[in-house]
Structures are given as structure tokens and as C-alpha cells.
T-cell receptor, first 114, second 111 residues
Framework: NAGVMQNPRHLVRRRGQEARLRCSPMKGHSHVYWYRQLPEEGLKFMVYLQKENIIDESGMPKERFSAEFPKEGPSILRIQQVVRGDSAAYFC????????????FGQGTRLTVV | GDSVTQMEGPVTLSEEAFLTINCTYTATGYPSLFWYVQYPGEGLQLLLKATKADDKGSNKGFEATYRKETTSFHLEKGSVQVSDSAVYFCALILNTDKLIFGTGTRLQVFP
């Protein structure tokens, strides 16, 4: 049973480009969470999704950021018109229920904006 | 709002030393508490958890006890190894909401 798969592991974008980060949850998991980790900081919650639904996006910037978790395929975190401050590690976690008592994390995507 | 506060790092120890990483929380109800570990270049792995007061979570020689009276969940290990070098995150979850993390504490263990 593969773990949470994130790709790409590393992503370099120029300012103004779009970044797409993908997350395939563990088999059987229908709950996905995205977190952002800035250098030397902790993880900040961004968004919580279930299949085809955004449950909580209170941690996501109102502009340029969006997330989806379609019925088929991975969850996507999309950042439009990236800026230097978007450079961070983005982690996805999945769980099989809303209790989130054991969330499994992917290895993260490290986004660098140049 | 709900939050987690951890001691700042880095914590630097010699092999076989005793480890304590402090964690306190603020929550409006009764959260479940977790410790996650992040090895260099990796994602987070659940280390241990406790879901109610006085519960003790343990794994790989690490322990933490849920103390409601002091709102704490300090991580301890009696004898650290070089392989324990990593960043440790304390976290809580309340009412099936999202995980809230502390800022992390870097542990460096030298032979």
C-alpha cells in the first residue's frame, strides 16, 4: 500500500508563472489536507478537502491559491502568478475519516520561486 | 484561538543523554495530542499520540503524557541516539477539525 504521493518533489517557477502541486492520498483515504512550511517555521494549515468538496479553506490566501480534490485523480493545489514569498515546502496529508486521528503525510513539494 | 507552543531549538545533546522537549497547548475543549517527527528531506511521521487526559503515548523509546491540569504534552526519551536527530512537532486536533502544529523543535544528537 503506497503512502501519500506528492509530485513533483521540487518545483522551480519564475515570478508570475503558475505552480501545480499534486497529491495522491493513500488508498482508501478520502480526506486530504494541505499544509505550508516556510523556512525555519512550523506547518500552517491551508485547506481541507474531501472528494469533490472543500470543507475548510480558512488557511488559504484568498487570491491566487486554489485547491481541488476531484472524484477521480489526485488533489491539486494551484498557485497562480507566483511570487517569491510563495517559496516553501507544501505538504499534503490524508486520512480515512474526519477524525484525522492518524494523518499520513507525503514527502512534500519544495517550491522555489526565482 | 487554539494553538500549540513548543520550546525553541535547536536542542543539542550527546548520545545517550536524556531528552525533554516541552509542549503546551491552548484549546477551547479537549483535544487529541500528537507528536510528529520530520527527518531531513522527508515528510512528517506520526511518532505518538494521546486522546484523553492522563493517557501516555509511547513509541520507539519516546513518551509523552497528556496533562490536562498543566495543558502540556512534553516529549521525553531516556537515551537518545544519533538517528533521533530530526525536527519534532507537537500538534493538536479538536472536534474533528484540522491538525494545528507547533513551530517544531530541531534535535541534534552528537556521538
Amino acid at each position: 500500500n503506497a503512502g501519500v504521493m506528492q509530485n513533483p518533489r521540487h518545483l522551480v517557477r519564475r515570478r508570475g508563472q503558475e505552480a501545480r502541486l499534486r497529491c495522491s492520498p493513500m488508498k482508501g483515504h478520502s480526506h486530504v489536507y494541505w499544509y505550508r512550511q516556510l523556512p525555519e517555521e512550523g506547518l500552517k494549515f491551508m485547506v481541507y478537502l474531501q472528494k469533490e468538496n472543500i470543507i475548510d479553506e480558512s488557511g488559504m490566501p484568498k487570491e491566487r491559491f486554489s485547491a481541488e480534490f476531484p472524484k477521480e485523480g489526485p488533489s491539486i493545489l494551484r498557485i497562480q502568478q507566483v511570487v517569491r514569498g510563495d517559496s516553501a515546502a507544501y505538504f499534503c496529508a490524508s486520512s480515512w475519516d474526519s477524525q484525522n486521528t492518524e494523518a499520513f503525510f507525503g514527502q512534500g513539494t519544495r517550491l522555489t520561486v526565482v | 484561538g487554539d494553538s500549540v507552543t513548543q520550546m525553541e531549538g535547536p536542542v543539542t545533546l550527546s548520545e545517550e543523554a536524556f531528552l525533554t522537549i516541552n509542549c503546551t497547548y491552548t484549546a477551547t475543549g479537549y483535544p487529541s495530542l500528537f507528536w510528529y517527527v520530520q527527518y531531513p528531506g522527508e515528510g512528517l511521521q506520526l511518532l505518538l499520540k494521546a486522546t484523553k487526559a492522563d493517557d501516555k503515548g509511547s513509541n520507539k523509546g519516546f513518551e509523552a503524557t497528556y496533562r490536562k491540569e498543566t495543558t502540556s504534552f512534553h516529549l521525553e526519551k531516556g537515551s537518545v541516539q544519533v538517528s533521533d536527530s530530526a525536527v519534532y512537532f507537537c500538534a493538536l486536533i479538536l472536534n474533528t477539525d484540522k491538525l494545528i502544529f507547533g513551530t517544531g523543535t530541531r534535535l541534534q544528537v552528537f556521538p
